[in-house]
């Protein structure tokens, strides 16, 4: 296994139902760690780079403006296979399929108004941090019940 960083984000709702803080526990609860967070308005420009490779397709523009509709929580995430593990925590993509348990399993009940994104690749991981974080804002620190976990 190795060490990656991810990224995620909680989508417009999230604050304003308060489960911002119940999503995040998700992450931590499996050994997880935030190396970087925070909550911002994303503008129409970062939205279009964000979802640059859905350009073209009939959900664009709905994602553009749901995901400028309001504030965001933006993260980095760190662990072994932090990939493929917060992709797994999250659930499926529909929300019709996405299970119990899981995080849109449990809080969307639309496709298109689904409460979290996260990378779907290393690639995606790395183009994904740099267009939401600056490297002084990622802070690396040292998890001492890293071996529990």
Same mark, same amino acid.
């Not at 925070?38 to 009939?58: F, P, Q, R, T, V």
């Given at each position: 296994?190795?060490?990656?960083?991810?990224?995620a984000?909680?989508k417009?709702g999230?604050?304003?139902r308060?489960?911002?803080?119940?999503?995040?526990n998700r992450?931590?609860?499996?050994?997880?760690?935030?190396?970087?967070?925070?909550?911002? *308005?994303?503008s129409e420009?970062?939205?279009?780079k964000?979802y640059c #490779?859905? =350009?073209?397709?009939? @959900?664009?523009?709905?994602?553009?403006?749901?995901?400028t509709?309001?504030?965001?929580?933006?993260?980095?995430?760190?662990?072994?296979?932090?990939?493929m593990?917060?992709r797994?925590?999250?659930?499926?993509?529909?929300?019709?399929?996405?299970?119990?348990?899981?995080?849109?399993?449990?809080?969307?009940?639309h496709?298109?108004k *689904?409460?979290?994104?996260s990378?779907d690749?290393?690639e995606s991981? #790395?183009? =994904?941090?740099s267009? @939401?974080?600056?490297e002084?804002e990622?802070?690396?620190?040292?998890?001492?019940?890293q071996h529990?976990?």
């Amino acid at each position: 296994m190795g060490v990656q960083r991810t990224f995620a984000m909680l989508k417009p709702g999230v604050l304003q139902r308060r489960i911002a803080g119940e999503i995040i526990n998700r992450f931590e609860k499996k050994g997880l760690k935030i190396v970087g967070l925070k909550i911002m *308005n994303i503008s129409e420009d970062l939205a279009k780079k964000h979802y640059c #490779e859905h =350009e073209g397709k009939s @959900f664009y523009y709905s994602l553009i403006e749901y995901i400028t509709s309001g504030p965001v929580v933006a993260m980095v995430i760190e662990g072994d296979e932090a990939v493929m593990l917060v992709r797994r925590l999250c659930g499926a993509t529909c929300v019709d399929d996405s299970m119990p348990g899981t995080i849109r399993g449990d809080y969307s009940a639309h496709t298109p108004k *689904n409460v979290i994104h996260s990378s779907d690749s290393p690639e995606s991981a #790395e183009r =994904e941090i740099s267009l @939401f974080f600056n490297e002084d804002e990622i802070i690396a620190w040292t998890d001492d019940n890293q071996h529990w976990f």
